[in-house]
């Protein structure tokens, strides 16, 4: 059957003014305008907002959202990975902070950044601290062992490991583990 050409010409007019076809396209350009709005004032989004974003990380992961919507979402700065952006927006608090008294030890910082700056070292010596996030940190001065407990010099231990196996990828746990070791063996023995 074909359409008649009113009936196209009709549709042609409805979709120029963003006509919604389906309901649920509806919601989402309003969800959109909260976000796009939440975005530019830097406001919390509420919880409603919270939730649709939820929704769109889930269907992005899961390939159900369109190109067209991933393409508007990127356009106004939407977060894809929160866990990234917190990190993201602690690095961005420490390196203030080490302009400011420069260092990076964090004694007279808030806690929630002094709590962060302990999770990093606890991350870094349990080997799961990604190269890039120790690079960024390496970058400003970050200290990984403030104590100075910790050897960071692989031992004659560590390189015979790596010989026989070739493993090196637990090398600073292991390097952690020595050094607690030598240090507990110097005090044992005076």
């Not at 649709?52 to 889930?58: F, H, I, L, P, V």
């Not at 799961?128 to 996030?133: D, E, F, H, I, N």
């Not at 400003?140 to 100075?148: L, M, N, Q, S, Y």
């Not at 050897?151 to 990828?169: C, N, Y």
Request: charged letters at 35%; hydrophobic letters at 30%; a positive charge.
């Amino acid at each position: 059957m074909v359409c008649p050409d009113w009936k196209l010409e009709y549709e042609a007019l409805l979709d120029g003014i963003r006509f919604p076809w389906n309901p649920h396209d509806e919601t989402w350009e309003e969800m959109f305008e909260k976000l796009r709005e939440s975005i530019s004032t830097g406001s919390s989004p509420e919880k409603r907002l919270l939730s649709w974003m939820r929704n769109q990380r889930t269907e992005f992961v899961n390939g159900r959202l369109s190109e067209e919507r991933v393409r508007r979402l990127n356009e106004i700065g939407f977060c894809w990975d929160q866990r990234y952006e917190l990190w993201r927006k602690r690095f961005e608090q420490l390196r203030e902070y080490h302009r400011e008294h420069g260092e990076c030890l964090g004694h007279k910082a808030e806690k929630p950044l002094r709590s962060w700056i302990g999770i990093q070292r606890r991350e870094y010596w349990r080997t799961v601290l990604s190269q890039g996030k120790i690079d960024l940190l390496n970058g400003i001065g970050f200290p990984w062992d403030p104590t100075g407990k910790r050897s960071v010099i692989p031992s004659a231990d560590d390189e015979e490991w790596e010989i026989k196996t070739g493993d090196r990828s637990n090398i600073r746990g292991r390097v952690c583990r020595y050094a607690v070791l030598r240090i507990r063996r110097r005090e044992c023995t005076g």
